[in-house]
Structure formats: structure tokens, C-alpha cells
């Protein structure tokens, strides 16, 4: 035994030099696979202390949604789509991600992000609150409250942002900030309760406490008193008459509401920014006076890199999960490759030697790949065949037992059921499936096609990866908790 290990090291330390024996030698293919090997022995631990912390979730984009991503990225690039390198699949660390609630198989975003920023997981529809606390009641919040990772590094000297394409006040920027008995009491909590303010007025606070310094996003609505107009042209939500832009202002936050604003902003001081009065565009929708994911990355980054002692920055794509929720597959892969971009110019802007990142997702959807189809098939529509000859696809379509044709992407459960209600209550399908043309499923708008007929498409329980690079990343690995996420973000910003 100690023999064959002994020849075994020797060969693999030869490489190449002992490959005129193996007949695929040549292939680049396998080429590829010994420069891997190369790439992985050359990898070095980075122990620094981490000045700066950006955690990247793309809500609901577990490895399924990575995948339709990472092959409409490559597509969008004129390739085959497969063999393409999304930014974040070239970190040197990986970690896959369970994702469950503490009374949740299934997950949702608030305790999600939850357990990401306080490393302890948390119950469903809950923000910030330990495990005897009860989802809407608010006569638990009062000594369940948890400590946050943005008041750890607010303690550090370090300035927090939050950056999002939902609501502000929404679950996974919520997190960040804010400690709630459920994720919904967005603008108000119920009559009597006093152990807790709501979301928005939450947000506010922490930016007078200067636990969050930069917060971009959408939700406008949210902090504007009912009836009164918005800086995005919509009206108010609040019950209460509270305007809580005015008092952002007040407190010298400069406060901008579109890209022009945006760019103007000076670097060193607070910001506030709504782009919108609820979620802010698809990427597919944004209009030019929006910022994109980018932009508000950029600009966070700008900003929070004034303080010397460093930042914590949260980036949230949002609306992955929207048009995962809506069955719409192709706007969830622009929003998918609008994240990829953010993460590339955040890494772009930011050095490895003291930057931890860290980009994953919250938790996945009921989305997954129909086959089998040829390389190169578009992932935003129909499966083509397997060609027997060459590489790229066949021009025939994959055909189901009912003689029709198939999208690559597909969802067990949603609004865009094959199973329709009829007159009778009943949901049936009386003339099957509906054909699909390959142009309905391109099209922006197309809704694939779903078994179980759900107003809004689910969340699945299935892990997520993580990818992560600088200081510290190596201690992602393996198979992980979510709320380890904390843990990593911690001890890398105290080692040493
Ligand atoms: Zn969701």
C-alpha cells in the first residue's frame, strides 16, 4: 500500500512529463485539467485582518438559477453558454449553503438574511429576533432582540451600507438594520405595540445611530405619510403623519432619488436614495435615469471607502426572486447577469488583500432544467437535440410524450400552470399542454410552463453556493449552516 502512494505522488508530480502514455493527452480538455491542478497548488491562504466586509446576495438564485444565469451570460456573449465564467465562479472559494429556518424547511428571505448578520438562524418571517421569539407578536420582541453585524462593525469604527434593487424596508436589506416580529410591518406595526417600530422608521433610526451609513434602494412609499407625494412621483403609505425623508434630511443625510442625484452625491457623508416608491426595475425595464445594480455598488463603495477603518457593505439583487416568484425565467437571468456585473466592479474596485467577498444567495426556487438538450440551445428557450455529429445542437426539437415541445427552464409550482381553472372550480388541462413556439419563449414577458397552479411561484429548500475571496475565505468550505456566514464575515474582520 505505502508503495502504490509512493508511485502515485510520483506520477501526479510528474504531470505532463508522464502523459505520453495516456491517448488523451492532447486534448485541451484534458490540458485544462492539469493547469487546474496547477491553479489549486498555487493557491495561498490569505490570513489579513479583513478591513472590508461585502456580502452579495442575489435573492432566490440558488445553483439552479446560477445555472440558467451563467449560460445566458455566456450566450449573451456569443458562445455556447456552458463553458462561461461568471465573475463570482472565479473566486477560490466555494461553500454550498443549507438554508433552512429554524421552523422552516423551506425558507424566506427574512431569517435567511437574518442568520447571515447574527449568526444564529432564525423563524420564519422573522428579522433579527432569537428563537423564542413569535411571528407577529410583538410582546416577544422585548429581550429576543439580536446584535447585528452592522452594530459589531458600527462598534469597529466601520461604516454599513446596504444596497438593494427591492424595497429598502424589504427582508434581506431589513436584515441588516432592523429587528421585527414579521418582515411585513414594513411602514406600521399593530395598534399597542410599542417594543418595536417599523421597518422604515427602524431604518431611519439606524442612520441617525450611524449603524448604516448608505442605504440605496427602492420603497420610497414606505417613509411618506399617506396621500403625500413621493420623490418618485407615486404617494405615500404611512398610517402615521410621519415623513421620514424629511427627517432623514434633518439629520444632514443627503437624500437623492434618481441616478443624476445619485452620481452628484458627495462620497464622504450619508446617503439615502430611493429609486422607486415599491422595488426598483427589472434591469430589463430600467429606465436610463435608474441606477443599475452597478451604479449603486460603485457609488457605496465610494462612499464607505472614506472611512479609513474600513466598511460592511450588504448588495442585494432583489428582483432575481421576483421574476422567479412570476415564472418569468428570462428576466431573472438579466437580473442574474446584472448582479454578475456588480460583483465584477466591486472586485474590480476593492483589493484582495484586504477585502473580503463573499457573493451567494438566500436561498433558492422551485426552478430547474428540462432535458436533454444540445450545447448551445438557447437557455432562454426551447430544448433543441443533441446533435450526433459536432458540438452545437440539432434544429430539431426535443419532443414530450405529448408530441410537443419544451423550454429548457421550467418551474414545479406557479401563476402560469398548465392546470387552469375552470368554470367548475376544477383546475384541468382539457387540451394538454399548450404548444410553445420558440418566439413566445423568448419572449421578455413568457412565463414557463408549471405544474401545481400557485398564485406566486416558491421558494425551494435546496442548498445554495457560495463563492468568496480575500481575507479569510478559505474558511468557506464544505457543507455549510447559513448563519456560519456571520462567523466567517466576524472572525476575518478581527483576526490578528
Ligand atoms: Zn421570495
Redesign the pocket.
Known amino acids: 500500500m505505502r508503495h502504490f502512494i509512493a508511485v502515485s505522488a510520483i506520477a501526479l508530480a510528474a504531470g505532463s512529463a508522464g502523459a505520453q502514455e495516456i491517448a488523451q493527452a492532447d486534448s485541451d480538455w484534458y490540458k485544462a485539467g492539469q493547469e487546474r491542478i496547477q491553479a489549486e497548488l498555487a493557491k495561498t491562504q490569505n490570513t489579513n485582518k479583513a478591513r472590508n466586509v461585502i456580502l452579495f446576495v442575489a435573492?432566490?438564485n440558488g445553483v439552479a438559477s446560477n445555472y440558467m444565469n451563467r449560460l445566458y451570460a455566456g450566450q449573451m456573449e456569443g458562445g455556447m453558454g456552458d463553458d462561461y465564467v461568471q465573475p463570482q465562479e472565479a473566486f477560490p472559494y466555494l461553500a454550498l449553503v443549507k438554508t433552512y429556518n429554524i421552523n422552516a424547511q423551506t425558507p424566506?428571505?427574512a431569517p435567511t438574511a437574518g442568520a447571515m448578520n447574527t449568526g444564529v438562524k432564525q423563524r420564519f418571517n422573522l428579522i433579527n429576533l432569537g428563537e423564542n421569539a413569535i411571528h407577529g407578536d410583538c410582546a416577544k420582541v422585548s429581550g429576543n432582540e439580536l446584535t447585528l453585524f452592522s452594530e459589531l462593525m458600527t462598534e469597529a469604527g466601520k461604516s454599513v451600507g446596504a444596497v438593494t434593487t427591492a424595497r429598502l424596508t424589504h427582508a434581506t436589506p431589513a436584515a441588516v438594520y432592523a429587528k421585527t416580529a414579521n418582515r411585513n410591518w414594513e411602514d406600521s406595526v399593530p395598534e399597542g405595540c410599542t417594543a418595536q417600530a417599523d421597518i422604515a422608521t427602524q431604518m431611519i433610526d439606524a442612520m441617525e445611530a450611524g449603524t448604516l451609513d448608505v442605504a440605496l434602494g427602492g420603497g420610497a412609499r414606505y417613509f411618506v405619510p399617506k396621500g403625500m407625494g413621493t420623490p418618485n412621483g407615486g404617494t405615500g403609505h404611512r398610517p402615521d403623519d410621519v415623513n421620514l425623508i424629511d427627517r432623514a434630511k434633518g439629520l444632514g443625510i443627503q437624500f437623492v432619488h434618481d441616478k443624476a442625484g445619485l452620481d452628484a452625491a458627495a462620497d464622504n457623508a450619508p446617503i439615502l436614495g430611493f429609486w422607486s416608491d415599491s422595488h426598483a426595475s427589472y434591469e430589463a425595464d430600467r429606465p436610463e435615469t435608474e441606477p443599475s445594480l452597478a451604479d449603486m455598488t460603485a457609488k457605496a463603495i465610494e462612499a464607505l471607502s472614506t472611512n479609513e477603518n474600513g466598511f460592511y457593505l450588504e448588495i442585494e439583487a432583489g428582483r432575481v426572486?421576483?421574476a422567479?416568484?412570476a415564472t418569468n425565467a428570462k428576466r431573472a437571468m438579466i437580473d442574474g447577469k446584472a448582479f454578475a456585473d456588480a460583483v465584477a466592479l466591486a472586485d474590480e474596485m476593492t483589493d484582495d488583500a484586504d477585502t473580503l467577498i463573499i457573493v451567494t444567495a438566500d436561498?433558492e426556487?422551485a426552478v430547474a432544467m428540462n432535458g436533454y438538450c444540445g450545447r448551445g440551445t438557447p437557455i432562454d428557450g426551447l430544448c433543441f437535440d443533441v446533435a450526433k455529429q459536432g458540438i452545437e445542437h440539432s434544429d430539431e426539437l426535443v419532443l414530450a410524450d405529448d408530441g410537443k415541445p419544451f423550454t429548457v427552464v421550467g418551474y414545479l409550482n406557479g401563476a402560469s400552470s398548465v392546470m387552469v381553472k375552470q368554470d367548475d372550480g376544477r383546475f384541468t388541462a382539457p387540451d394538454g399542454r399548450p404548444e410553445i413556439t420558440q418566439e413566445q419563449a423568448q419572449d421578455l414577458d413568457y412565463n414557463q410552463q408549471v405544474l401545481i397552479p400557485k398564485d406566486s411561484e416558491s421558494?425551494s429548500g435546496v442548498d445554495v453556493a457560495l463563492y468568496a475571496k480575500g481575507p479569510w475565505a478559505h474558511l468557506f468550505d464544505g457543507t455549510i449552516e447559513q448563519n456560519v456566514i456571520f462567523h466567517v464575515m466576524n472572525y476575518a474582520t478581527n483576526a490578528n
Open positions: 435573492d432566490g424566506d428571505s426572486d421576483h422567479n416568484h436561498h426556487h421558494h
